[in-house]
């Protein structure tokens, strides 16, 4: 039987940063969760968590992965401690991890999957990287773009995405999902391969 996969999107609680930037992570978990028919209606360890199976019906049999679905709900600074925590009661390897994280450095509407690597100024990565004890886990990077003329960046990120953003961004959910499908059922460098082109 194939090890449980851990699947996190990184956000803020509550329902004034729904729709932010910095919530892409959380847009993301749920499109997935509504994708497949799974309920993200249980608390713990500080994270809203949904569990169950994808199935991909590719040639041959069905194929099926267990997979946790997780949004941690400590804020954005402190999400490595939910993370941790539940990694190490559903003994999740850290292979077997994923975050979905919105990126500044990116360009607005591009993604990004990595191996490992350093936060690279994401303070929920930076958590992550500090409570796991190790950067070697994968992510999706969602490029959000720097913010215009002289504007904070904590103040751009908890905007929310403006109606023209939001049809690039519909459509890029879509394709973060088609990722993760492939990273469950086909590994990470194959996904990286179709996804980081």
Not at 15 to 42: S, T
Not at 121 to 129: E, R
Request: aromatic residues 8%.
């Amino acid at each position: 039987m194939a090890p449980l996969k851990m699947i996190v999107g990184l956000g803020n609680p509550g329902p004034q940063y729904k729709n932010n930037r910095h919530n892409i992570g959380f847009q993301c978990i749920d499109l997935f969760a509504h994708r497949h028919n799974l309920e993200l209606g249980k608390m713990q360890m500080q994270a809203r968590i949904g569990d169950g199976w994808v199935e991909r019906r590719a040639q041959g049999p069905v194929q099926r992965q267990k997979v946790l679905l997780v949004k941690p709900l400590t804020y954005m600074n402190a999400s490595g401690q939910p993370v941790a925590q539940l990694m190490r009661f559903y003994k999740v390897a850290q292979e077997d991890l994923i975050v979905i994280h919105d990126d500044l450095d990116l360009d607005a509407g591009k993604l990004r999957l990595r191996a490992n690597g350093s936060s690279g100024g994401q303070n929920g990565i930076k958590s992550i990287i500090e409570q796991v004890g190790s950067p070697e886990f994968a992510r999706i990077r969602v490029g959000i773009g720097r913010p215009p003329g002289r504007m904070d960046p904590a103040a751009y990120v908890l905007q929310d995405f403006s109606k023209a953003d939001e049809e690039n961004f519909g459509v890029l959910r879509e394709k973060i999902c088609d990722a993760l499908e492939c990273w469950l059922f086909e590994g990470l460098p194959i996904a990286m391969n179709k996804f980081n082109g």
